[in-house]
């Protein structure tokens, strides 16, 4: 049995109880990530985003929790993306951290918005020179023909910044999510699971039990 394996099977036999929750789900948060990250698995900070269309269609696409605090979740996109223009006209999403290895999840409701632009830039300047040459290069979530055609177009923005830094594209940034909700599920035996839900009121947090 590996690590992540006996971590599971410990956190389902002690469960969760209210006692043992932070009264701040953001430092929650921080515990159950911390420990998600230490256990081994695979891109801990992968998280499912849901946004709903004009037409009420919801859709649904993994991305990567770059920060957090106490303000919310933050993330970082194409500003042309779909995901892009469906946080436009209903800003209202959700995230979905399913540490499914290790029998739990963490469920956020809330809104989203763009971040200030010395935070992007920031951020941008700390990422690997590929990834940056990447950013400029995809026109997100647009058809292409080939990938001749991003590949070459990957070659173009790396001729074109080849004698210097990579300034941040007008078009690319981060989104904060500000939650509302946030719920931390517990699987455990029999799928008697246990579910524990924050929802923010005046400012102020009340925590529930749900029924799984």
Not at 4 to 22: C, F, I, P, V, Y
Not at 67 to 72: A, K, Q, S
Not at 106 to 125: D, V
Request: aromatic share 12%; with cysteine; proline share 5%.
């Amino acid at each position: 049995m590996n690590n992540a394996d006996k971590l599971r099977q410990q956190w389902m036999s002690q469960g969760l109880e209210r006692d043992s929750l932070n009264p701040d789900p953001i430092r929650q948060f921080e515990r159950w990530y911390t420990q998600a990250s230490d256990s081994g698995i695979i891109e801990p900070n992968a998280m499912c985003l849901a946004t709903v269309d004009a037409d009420g269609q919801p859709w649904v696409r993994t991305v990567l929790l770059k920060l957090y605090d106490e303000n919310g979740f933050v993330f970082f996109t194409n500003y042309e993306s779909a995901k892009a223009h469906q946080i436009a006209a209903n800003n209202k999403v959700g995230l979905l951290f399913p540490w499914v290895a290790l029998g739990r999840q963490a469920k956020i409701s809330g809104t989203a918005e763009k971040i200030p632009t010395a935070e992007s830039m920031k951020y941008f300047a700390s990422r690997p020179r590929g990834s940056q040459i990447g950013a400029w290069a995809s026109a997100q979530s647009q058809v292409i023909s080939s990938r001749s055609l991003l590949d070459a177009k990957v070659d173009e923005i790396r001729r074109k910044f080849a004698n210097g830094e990579i300034p941040l594209p007008s078009f690319w940034g981060g989104y904060r999510v500000s939650p509302f909700e946030i719920e931390f599920w517990q699987a455990r035996e029999c799928r008697l699971h246990d579910r524990f839900v924050y929802t923010k009121n005046a400012g102020d947090w009340c925590i529930e039990r749900r029924a799984p």
